[in-house]
């Protein structure tokens, strides 16, 4: 598939053939931006498209890692963490699998940033006694190697890509040129209710267990991402509730002025390879039938 092109390919989404019912139940995605494309992956596949040096569209895609099925995949406080590691666990089978991806780490501002919170959020633990304010300070240290990471243009309006991508499939077309950047599924919407619930988790940590070992930390970790994705879900479920609201503002905002930026016709052009992808690994039939 060769570059430049202006923008994405008009189809609609339509039926399996021969299924002779309504319209097939639509598939859930997710995805990941990268710095020159973007990654998709769906319920048993993945799939990412990747803008060239030499300005062609090189896309790949596979079978999804699964930790989710079964049981566990619908036990409470068990499948958020399990759906997150599914979600990780495809960026470095893609990566493997398109050597011109470029991951959103793959800059030496963002490792060089990660090292050094890291270091000064050990050395404020060991300042003394945890407090809130101490607690809240490290968590949101936490956060900037992914604001220095979405500091790249590129970056962030592959984001965009993402959002237009996946929100313009959901509404029944494969071209995202009307669709917002912002989607009330992005992970942005995790921010308010992990950063919450980290700051909690460890002060109580350090209330139950004197001197607590890092491995007691990891499990207040673990318990925080827990409830924060249930807290995640529920907003989804309920977005006319207070959390639901206040959660989906929180992560709006966060889209709307750091995260996601309009791309371009070339990326988006990107996204749509990335989308008509994933559907033919997951199955899924398309038709060049008009936009909605």
């Known amino acids: 598939m060769t570059g430049g092109g202006n923008g994405a390919s008009a189809e609609r989404v339509v039926n399996a053939p021969g299924n002779g019912a309504g319209p097939e139940q639509r598939l859930r995605l997710g995805g990941m931006a990268l710095r020159n494309g973007l990654l998709i992956h769906g319920p048993t596949s993945w799939a990412a498209a990747a803008r060239t040096p030499d300005g062609s569209i090189e896309v790949a895609s596979g079978p999804k890692p699964s930790f989710a099925r079964g049981p566990l995949g619908s036990m409470p406080l068990v499948r958020g963490p399990l759906r997150l590691a599914e979600a990780f666990a495809v960026v470095p089978v893609a990566r493997r699998n398109l050597p011109s991806a470029r991951l959103p780490i793959e800059d030496s501002r963002v490792l060089a940033i990660g090292l050094a919170t890291a270091a000064v959020s050990s050395a404020i633990r060991r300042l003394g006694p945890t407090t809130l304010a101490r607690e809240a300070l490290i968590a949101t240290l936490g956060f900037l190697p992914a604001a220095t990471a979405l500091r790249d ?140």
């Not at 509404?171 to 912002?182: C, F, I, V, Y």
């Not at 607590?212 to 879900?233: G, N, T």
């Not at 959660?247 to 990107?270: C, F, K, M, N, Y």
């Open 153 to 292: 243009r590129d970056l962030a309006a592959y984001h965009g890509v993402e959002h237009k991508a996946i929100g313009a499939y959901e509404r029944g077309t494969l071209d995202p040129s009307d669709a917002p950047k912002e989607h009330e599924r992005c992970g942005s919407n995790l921010v308010l209710p992990l950063l919450a619930l980290s700051v909690a988790g460890q002060v109580l940590v350090e209330r139950i267990i004197e001197r607590p070992k890092p491995a007691a930390r990891a499990l207040a970790a673990v318990a925080s991402v827990s409830v924060a994705v249930e807290l995640f879900a529920y907003a989804e479920r309920s977005p006319d509730s207070a959390v639901g609201r206040m959660i989906h503002a929180a992560g709006h905002e966060i889209q709307r002025v750091l995260s996601t930026r309009e791309p371009t016709d070339d990326q988006l052009e990107v996204g749509s390879a990335a989308l008509r992808e994933i559907l033919r690994a997951e199955g899924r039939d398309t038709s060049h039938s008009g936009v909605d």
